[in-house]
């Protein structure tokens, strides 16, 4: 079954604009990961966030965590043309040997050169 | 270096024929491995995951099966594949505070 919830499910915007994109889960968490995925590619990590932390940031991205709305932001921020893809949230709710990430159905983004 | 290697990139099988993808890591030990698929324009389902050597965990029922002879090898099978296992499979090993790496995956049609 799928936790996380994206929205909104694409986006476009013009190079040089923010872009932010959200997501609900339904679950208590041990953690939320952000993931990129470019055309007909595997996953790429993007940033970890604890369920004990409320921001986090990496480059270019800026990540929140709202445990008691059950929700999570990722920022990018100065969009380029390269960062056009799909990104997804995914929840972890376990710890050690029984994680275990579920994933939501995915956020497409365009950047326009 | 810590790598994953997933292979083939894209197969097409007829309905009814068996299945194998192979999945191993390198750089690491007793790593957590994992098998989605990824419909299209759908987010990943967990299919299977694995603790080690001989421990699988099935997430849905259905038509495929995992097993894990090798510390750092994974392997996703089917003895007789069915259109609705068409998808896009990706293996994934827990890299701790780095998240998960996933594999390039595998584009499998059945036809």
């Known amino acids: 079954s799928q936790q996380g919830e994206e929205d909104p499910q694409a986006l476009s915007i013009q190079e040089g604009e923010n872009a932010t994109m959200n997501c609900s889960y339904k679950?208590?968490?041990?953690?939320l990961q952000w993931y990129r995925q470019n055309s007909g590619r595997g996953l790429v990590h993007l940033i970890l966030i604890r369920s004990n932390e409320r921001e986090k940031h990496s480059g270019r991205l800026r990540v929140t965590l709202d445990t008691s709305k059950k929700s999570s932001s990722l920022l990018i921020t100065a969009s380029r043309a390269a960062d056009t893809a799909s990104y997804f949230c995914?929840?972890?709710?376990?710890?050690?040997?029984?994680?275990?990430?579920?994933f939501g159905k995915g956020i497409t983004l365009s950047v326009r050169p | 270096s810590q790598t994953i290697h997933q292979w083939p990139a894209t197969l097409v099988q007829p309905v009814g024929s068996p299945l194998s993808l192979e999945c191993t890591v390198e750089g690491t030990s007793n790593p957590n491995l994992y098998w989605y698929r990824q419909a299209a324009g759908r987010g990943l389902q967990l299919l299977f995951y694995?603790?080690?050597?001989?421990?699988i965990s099935s997430e849905v029922p259905q038509n495929l099966s995992a097993s894990r002879p090798q510390d750092r090898q994974f392997i996703l099978s089917s003895k007789k594949l069915l259109l609705s296992d068409s998808g896009f499979y990706l293996c994934?090993?827990?890299?701790?505070?780095?998240?998960?790496?996933f594999g390039s995956g595998t584009r499998l049609t059945v036809v």
């Open positions: 994934a090993w827990r890299t701790g505070v780095r998240g998960y790496t």
């Open positions: 995914a929840t972890d709710s376990y710890t050690g040997a029984n994680s275990k990430l579920t």
């Open positions: 694995s603790v080690g050597i001989g421990q």
């Open positions: 679950t208590s968490i041990n953690n």
